[in-house]
């Protein structure tokens, strides 16, 4: 039940980041020699319209992973391996701005991809826990 009660707040914080305008950058070019850095939520669809597609794919996995530890909750199911596969997508998505460089990634962002990685690694201690009980 506690791993499960920090599963939920590490997904929560990681929400609540994503809808800050601070986690998804695109950076603007209005002359060849200017650039402008402006962030976004994850739930803007500004930058999904510039071919940043991860952010909103990260925030749409979080509210799933929220619904099935909500649901793993109230339910009283386990439900390790779908919370499992969907925090680790998330976590793996959560860095893909990388790949466009240092310069779209965000303070905020880094503490999103804790976050996911943090509810990641909680729900993969607590399968272990799970199948170490039942031997």
């Known amino acids: 039940m506690k791993k499960k009660?920090?599963?939920?707040?590490?997904?929560l914080i990681a929400?609540?980041?994503?809808?800050?305008?601070?986690?998804?950058?695109?950076?603007?070019?209005?002359?060849?020699?200017?650039?402008?850095?402006?962030?976004?939520?994850?739930?803007?669809?500004?930058?999904?319209?510039?071919?940043?597609f991860a952010p909103f794919i990260v925030g749409l996995l979080t509210c799933v992973l929220i619904?099935?530890?909500i649901l793993?909750?109230?339910?009283?199911?386990?439900?390790?391996?779908?919370?499992?596969?969907?925090?680790a997508v998330a976590t793996i998505l959560s860095i893909a701005p990388l790949f466009?460089?240092?310069?779209?990634?965000?303070?905020?962002?880094?503490f999103i991809t804790l976050s996911l990685l943090t509810t990641t690694i909680v729900s993969c201690i607590k399968t272990k826990a799970i199948d170490k009980d039942k031997t």
């Open 100 to 110: 466009y460089g240092i310069s779209y990634f965000s303070v905020v962002g880094i």
């Open 72 to 87: 793993a909750l109230i339910l009283k199911k386990e439900l390790k391996i779908p919370i499992i596969v969907v925090s």
């Open 15 to 52: 929400l609540v980041l994503e809808i800050l305008p601070y986690g998804a950058v695109c950076i603007f070019a209005p002359s060849p020699e200017e650039r402008i850095r402006k962030t976004f939520s994850y739930f803007d669809p500004i930058p999904f319209g510039y071919a940043n």
């Open 67 to 69: 619904i099935l530890i």
């Open 5 to 11: 009660l920090i599963l939920l707040c590490t997904a």
